[in-house]
């Protein structure tokens, strides 16, 4: 019985050793995209890893008929927490997209273009993180190209608001940025 015991233990310990090699391994970071299927609006949420170029932000929805507009909001963390770094507003009771960012709770000059969408349809939204700012489409048509106006750094959420209706909130590319070790995947960051 004593020896069954010394063996246990003995397992034990190699399991042990065995795992926390496993933790310190170079492991590559899970690229793939993370996704959230009809939350409910409005919507924030953590970006996995934060915000970094080669990043983007994907949304599939439906405009409903009564729709005055939505947006959508990359948000920096630790600051104000009504600032945006970009704020992406479809608007259908005027005739554009109104680009902004806010900051300490007040809005910057606005850029507007000519709104591609209407109510009562379905729209594909990416905004793509790039080194020089956002770059965002409606249905594959690229709508503006954003300078930053803060640093991308600083994002690290994503909020949706206003009417509209929701099937699909993805982060889609690259990787973790400085994970704290041991890190659990960015699975559960999105919810
Ligand atoms: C304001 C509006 C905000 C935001 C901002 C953009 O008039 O209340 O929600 O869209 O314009 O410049």
């Known amino acids: ?93 005027e005739p554009d997209v109104v680009c902004n960012t806010c900051v300490d709770g007040s809005w910057g000059s606005e850029e507007r273009h000519p709104e591609p969408l209407q109510r009562g349809q379905a729209f594909e939204i990416k905004i793509k993180m790039k080194d020089y700012g956002f770059k965002a489409s409606i249905n594959g048509e690229t709508i503006c190209k954003y300078p930053h106006r803060v640093s991308l750094n600083d994002v690290d959420a994503v909020s949706i608001v206003g009417n509209v209706h929701v099937n699909v909130l993805r982060a889609e590319g690259g990787t973790v940025r400085s994970p704290e070790v041991p890190y659990i995947g960015p699975i559960s960051c999105l919810t």
């Open 1 to 93: 019985a004593v020896r069954n015991i010394v063996r246990k233990f003995f397992l034990g310990f190699v399991v042990i050793i065995f795992t926390d090699l496993l933790g310190k391994s170079n492991m590559s970071w899970y690229e793939g995209p993370i996704q959230i299927m009809n939350p409910s609006i409005p919507y924030q949420a953590r970006i996995p890893g934060g915000a970094m170029p080669g990043k983007s932000v994907y949304v599939q929805g439906y405009v409903p008929h009564d729709s005055e507009g939505f947006s959508v909001n990359l948000k920096p963390h630790g600051g104000h927490n009504d600032d945006i770094a970009f704020h992406f507003n479809p608007r259908f009771n």
